[in-house]
Each structure stands twice: as C-alpha cells, then as structure tokens.
C-alpha cells in the first residue's frame, strides 16, 4: 500500500468521524430535556405572576409596606397602557419615480407606512372615559387601551387639545377602577409625587421622587406653545410614561405626565390636574377645548429685558415693570379694544401681572365672549380697556 493511499484512508477516517461527532452533538444541543427549566421562554408574561402573587399575599402585611406601596395598589389599576398607529408619508426620492423601477416595485411604489408609538393613561370615570396626553394619540388611525387585568379594548378618541396636550379617549366598559383626582394648588416644593405608567414599554413602572418645582411655564420646559404651567419633578419619567398618572403621597392624581428634557436627567414635567381636568371635561362633552383670545404679542418688561430690547421703548415705561405690547394681531380682540404696540399692562382682571405667563393665565381663565378689564400704561396715561375674549383661531 503506498504511501499516498495510506494518508487518503487516514483523512477520510477523520472526515467521517467528525461528521458523526456533529450529528451527535447536534442532536444533543437540541434535545428538550437539556433546556433549564429555570429560564422562562420570550413569552413569559410578567403582570400574570404579578396578579397570582397578589392572589395569594396580601400586600399590606408585607413588612415594607408604606405610602408608596400604598398608592400603587390604589391606582395601579386604573393605570392603563395606550397603543396608538398613524400612517405616515413617505419622503420617495424623485429617481425612484423613474418607470424603470416599475419592474422591480410594481406600477406604484408605496408612499405611507405605519408608524406605531405607546404611551399611558388612567381611568377617571367608571365607564371607559381615559386620560393621556395628546401627543401620545394625535393623528393616529388606530387606538387600543390595555388594562392591567389583561383585557384589551378598542379606543374611541373623544377629543384632543394640543395647547394643553390632553386628550380623551372612550373604551366600552363598565364599572371600571378608576382613579382619585387630587389638588395640585396645595403642592409644596420638596412634597412626594409618585410617577405610574408605561415607559419603553415596561408596563406597570412606578418610580418615585418630590416635586422640585412649581409653576414652570412652557418655555422653561422647552415647548413654547403650550399654556401650562408644569410641575416639575425628579421622579423617573421616560418615553411611555407620557399620560401616566403623577401622584401625592395620598395615591391621589395631581398631574398628567407629559414631558422630559432630553438634555438633562432627573427633570421630568406634569401638567397640574386641574388643567387637566377643566379640559377633559370640554373634550369629553364638546370634542374640543376652548381657549380664549386677545391678539397681541407680549413680552415680560424689566430692567434686564429693556437691555435686550430692540423695539423702542416709551421713557414712561422706563422705570415700571409690567407686561409689554410687542405688536397687536390685525383684525383680533385686541386690535377692535383699542390696544397699541408698546402699552404696558400691569392689571389683568382683579390680579396685577408682572410676567407675561401672568396674563396668559388670566387670559386663559376668563370667559370667552364677556368682557375683561385690563389696565395699561400708555405713555403718562393709566387706562382701563374692556375686551371681549374670543375662541383661539384653528
């Protein structure tokens, strides 16, 4: 036998013996009695422990029980994850328009996709009405609302107010857990707040820190055209906690969750119940909020914005703080009162203002269609204007 011949022989052995050693491998990596049974499978289902745990343990004689603990099993079901789905256009480059690529995608390319977000809310009638914010539904085609007891339903959007970004949305259930609205006026800085919802999809997250300010107006949070004034807080919020509950230590609701700053940790943003709830209420029975009007661009007048000013500014106005009359909207409430760029208001109502946010708040406290009386600086003259508010234009 040659040499040749030999190492053939030798090599094909080593070929089929690793071959038969890979099948048996193979075989065995695959064999279901080797899996651990102590890894549960990608379909593990969390809130379904969570719920058999609750069956069988009664939460307020575990030894840590406290007011946190407390609040959640409160609210917690009445908390509800909010599924929402919009079609969006496609930005299709003009090349991809050439027939030529019929060939390949048909005679027509597709020009939407569906874009799916999620977000949270809670329950605050028994018979399906629900509170989020609006950004987590607007324009979207489809709303499903999760419940923490597994159920699923359909949701019908009521109504949306982008201004305030609330909204409401229906679901066709009865005696359902609801939740406990508090009062945010009573707040204090350093009082606890407790954030419930659904962030990156975790449902059920709660977290917990104080209220670290009050009264944060939209341009201090980073969206200039809301009329809100936030709560702020360090409890965790992230995105899908968006229309979660914000809780006292009481388990009552004082805010709605509505916003993050993406340049900073630990600054989360609510808006105050009462906001919330004035305009649930139009949204629920009207389909839209109202908010009223004057017509005029304004801006917060004290020594340090005089500086930056490049309007001129009346040398009466010099030496008052107050609320100045940038320019007037042609043809709005303001105009037809009798208002001119540069008068300073400094009343507004029964409330003397020294901050623009002052006056946006009376404003957006008054009654649409009576008159308000606001009193101006023009020149050397103090007067009282009458206006009538009218509907913020679509």
């Known amino acids: 036998m040659s040499k040749s011949f030999s190492k053939i022989i030798f090599s094909t052995g080593f070929l089929f013996a690793g071959i038969g050693f890979g099948l048996w491998g193979t075989r065995q990596f695959r064999s279901p009695e080797k899996v651990s049974p102590h890894f549960p499978s990608e379909n593990y289902i969390l809130p379904i422990l969570d719920e ?3 069956e069988k343990t009664d939460i307020e004689s575990h030894g840590n029980f406290n007011f946190i603990a407390s609040a959640v099993k409160q609210v917690g079901p009445a908390v509800v994850r909010i599924n929402a789905a919009r079609q969006v256009s496609l930005n299709i480059p003009e090349e991809f328009k ?12 597709p020009n939407q996709q569906e874009e799916t977000g999620t977000g949270s809310g809670f329950i605050f009638q028994d018979d399906g009405l629900i509170m989020t914010n609006a950004h987590v539904i607007e324009g979207s085609n489809i709303v499903t609302v999760a419940l923490r007891d597994g159920r699923m339903f359909d949701g019908e959007v009521l109504g949306i107010d982008t201004m305030t970004d609330v909204a409401v949305v229906k679901i066709d259930a009865k005696n359902l857990p609801t939740v406990i609205l508090g009062n945010s ?12 919802g659904n962030p990156l999809g975790l449902d059920n997250t709660v977290t917990a820190g104080i209220v670290s300010a009050l009264g944060r107006s939209s341009s ?25 509950p914000l809780l006292n230590s009481k388990g009552e609701v004082i805010g709605v969750n509505t916003a993050i700053r993406a340049d900073a940790q630990g600054l989360g943003f609510a808006i105050p119940i009462e906001t919330a709830k004035r305009i649930s209420n139009q949204l629920s029975t009207k389909g839209k909020a109202e908010h009223p009007y004057l017509g005029i661009q304004m801006i917060t007048l004290n020594q340090n914005t005089i500086k930056n000013l490049d309007t001129n500014i009346s040398s009466a106005h010099r030496d008052k703080e107050g609320v100045l009359v940038i320019s007037v909207v042609p ?21 003397n203002v020294i901050h623009s946010v002052q006056v946006q708040e009376e404003v957006e406290s008054s009654v649409i269609g009576q008159p308000l009386q606001v009193t ?4 050397q003259e103090i007067m009282v204007i009458d206006i009538i508010p009218e509907e913020f234009p679509q």
């Open 52 to 54: 058999e745990v609750k």
């Open 220 to 244: 201090e949070v980073g969206i200039p055209d809301k009329r809100v004034r936030f709560i702020q807080t360090d409890a965790a919020i992230n995105p899908g906690n968006s229309g979660g």
């Open 98 to 109: 050439n027939p030529f690529f019929d060939n390949f995608f048909g005679s027509q390319l």
């Open 376 to 379: 101006i600086h023009r020149q």
């Open 185 to 196: 006026k009573d707040l204090i800085t350093g009082d606890w707040a407790i954030a419930i």
């Open 331 to 351: 043809n709005s409430p303001a105009q037809k009162s009798g208002f001119q760029s540069g008068d300073l208001i400094t009343k507004v109502g029964q409330t």
